[in-house]
């Protein structure tokens, strides 16, 4: 009964919430690419910062939702950097998102009235529109292509020791020639030393096997109808569902002024492999609205999913998202997934469970220290057709809960101090499972412009206890090269044994002629008898 109230409560909270003032806006998705690291902030590449501000946040897409892994808090006209938010360890050359509000020109057809509100025209702010007033449609096209080659070395394991390449292919195309359509794309092909051997003048087997290696994540073409309406074909990870990760099939949405709607029917990928399986076929919709107050703006998504596997129902659930700014210096993000369907013994039952729940709240009261805490809880998600047995053999669907904050500060001008701490727990858990973390970082030592940095790590759980001391120097050589060598000493006591390691690490990051980019670098792990080492060589060019 408490579960369906909260349920309830949040559904009413979404529809009480449409009735805010607003004026018309447009958002824009931005996609940056993470370009370095440092002990304490994340730097990230976009191709413009036109409209964002401090204090906003950026995201990653994972099969959940969207998750906020920097607070921005500094910016530039094409490079943003700040602290990581935790829950996601961010590498070089990731994607991250930004949500930017843009306040868009009246756009007016031939065939639209004056008088009626559409996306991008204020209320009261037209007393006439002169006649063949179009939109200049703008050509933008954008892409990354990287080589990367990743090799481990040891002295215990033979088989351990290998070499895998690794081939990522991005491209965006917007009204190309300007036409109403648009292209996505990001694909990846991996394989290791040997595993393309096998080649042979048999198509159907040489299929398979690149298949087994080559992930497509997004390949779609856009048809933009007019300016409130689109429709998408292919594999497409839409922003606003994106817990139900990507979609083989067609995507509408319609803009109704600050709402927006929209339908979707197509596959979900293969469980197994990520490749196309038209057997699960999935469909559903979404409501949401994008509001703003002043200068805040606040989004709400509610949407519905129905996923089959051989066209019996697999799983149905609700899907709630929330994202604000509404308090000044805060950005609070919350996301719930609700369960309507179960299937016990055969027996099929509309019902409703809580499935997940994710909030996090930033914030940022000076650019001196800002704050951060986020609460996931989250069960089992369960596809009744696709793993009969499992879904068969569970008696009781526990509940994993998680709290992280942090705190970082910067009493000095150059003085960076970060804390941390995380706890999980789950019925079932001998005792629960904690972290703690501190780095503390100095920027540019004067003379040298080095940036050294000291941190701890503490992990607490029922079979671990653990220890990770480092330490680190980076530094910009000239605007032409970042270097960075990081030493850390770990030691694990397990339930039956202890472990003691040495890792040292040394990056190197540079631009190597116009829009090429090149990352060497190695981690060595030393233990008493055994060694091991990775090598990563990364090129990268961006258009």
């Known amino acids: 009964m408490l579960k369906n109230l909260i349920i309830l409560s949040l559904v009413l909270s979404f529809l009480k919430s449409t ?13 940056c690419v993470v370009t370095f690291k440092s002990s304490e902030n994340v730097y990230a590449k976009f191709e413009n910062t036109t409209s964002m501000k401090v204090g906003d946040t950026l995201y990653v897409k994972d099969s959940n939702s969207l998750r906020p892994v920097i607070s921005v808090r500094y910016l530039s006209s094409h490079s943003v950097a700040g602290p990581s938010l935790g829950g996601k360890e961010l590498k070089i050359d990731d994607n ?26 204020q209320v009261g702010t037209i007393s006439s529109v002169p006649r063949n007033v179009t939109k200049s449609v703008r050509q ?54 040997g595993d393309l051997s096998s080649f042979s003048s048999n198509i159907s087997k040489d299929l398979k096997l690149i298949s087994k290696n080559l992930k497509i994540y997004d390949l779609a073409v856009n048809y933009k109808f007019d300016e409130t309406s689109d429709i998408w074909f292919g594999r497409h990870l839409n922003r606003k569902v994106a817990n139900i990760s990507s979609v083989d099939g067609a995507q509408y949405e319609q803009k109704f002024s600050e709402w927006y709607a929209g339908l979707i029917a197509g596959s979900r990928p293969d469980f ?45 659930f609700l899907y709630f998202q929330h994202s604000n700014n509404l308090v000044p210096f805060v950005n609070l993000f919350f996301s719930t997934e609700v369960d309507l369907y179960k299937k016990e013994m055969g027996i099929s039952k509309n019902t409703l469970s809580l499935t997940g729940l994710f909030t996090s709240v930033n914030y940022y009261p000076d650019k001196a220290v800002s704050f951060s ?28 809960q998680g709290f992280r904050a942090g705190v970082n500060f910067r009493p000095l001008d150059n003085l960076f101090i970060s804390l941390s701490t995380g706890y999980r727990f789950q019925p079932s858990d001998p005792k629960p499972s904690r972290n703690f973390s501190g780095t503390i970082s100095y920027g540019n030592i004067p003379w040298i412009d080095v940036v050294p940095s000291v941190s701890y790590i503490k992990l607490i759980s029922s079979y671990i206890d653990g220890s990770i001391w480092g330490a680190g120097l980076s530094k910009n050589i000239m605007d032409i090269a970042d270097v960075s060598i990081n030493y ?7 339930l039956f044994g202890s472990l003691k390691q040495n890792i040292l690490s040394v990056d190197l990051s540079t631009k190597i ?31």
């Open 96 to 121: 991250v998102y930004a949500y930017v509000i843009i306040n868009e020109k009246p756009i007016v057809k031939d065939s639209v009235s004056a008088n009626k509100n559409y996306p991008g025209t």
């Open 488 to 494: 850390s000493n770990n030691q694990y006591t397990f």
């Open 140 to 193: 933008n096209y954008n892409g990354r292509f990287s080589i990367q080659s990743f090799s481990n070395i040891s002295n215990f394991f033979n088989a351990g020791n290998y070499q895998q390449w690794r081939y990522s292919f991005q491209f965006n195309a917007d009204s190309i020639s300007s036409s109403p359509f648009s292209v996505s794309d990001y694909m990846v092909f991996t394989y290791k030393n």
């Open 513 to 543: 002629w116009q829009q090429i980019y090149l990352t060497l670098s190695y981690e060595g792990t030393f233990q008493q008898q055994n060694t091991w080492g990775r090598f990563l060589l990364d090129l990268t060019t961006r258009f």
């Open 272 to 316: 197994t492999d990520f490749g196309f399986n038209p057997k699960l076929f999935e469909y559903g919709g979404y409501l949401g609205r994008t509001d703003t107050v002043g200068k805040s703006f606040m989004e709400n998504t509610l949407a519905v999913m129905q996923q089959t596997n051989n066209m019996i129902t697999d799983r149905r």
């Open 19 to 31: 009735t805010c003032y607003s004026q018309s806006v447009g958002k824009e998705e931005r996609i």
């Open 373 to 400: 805490f986020s609460y996931d809880a989250r069960k089992d998600v369960i596809y009744y057709e696709t793993y009969k047995s499992f879904a068969d053999s569970i008696i009781q669907n526990q509940t994993r």
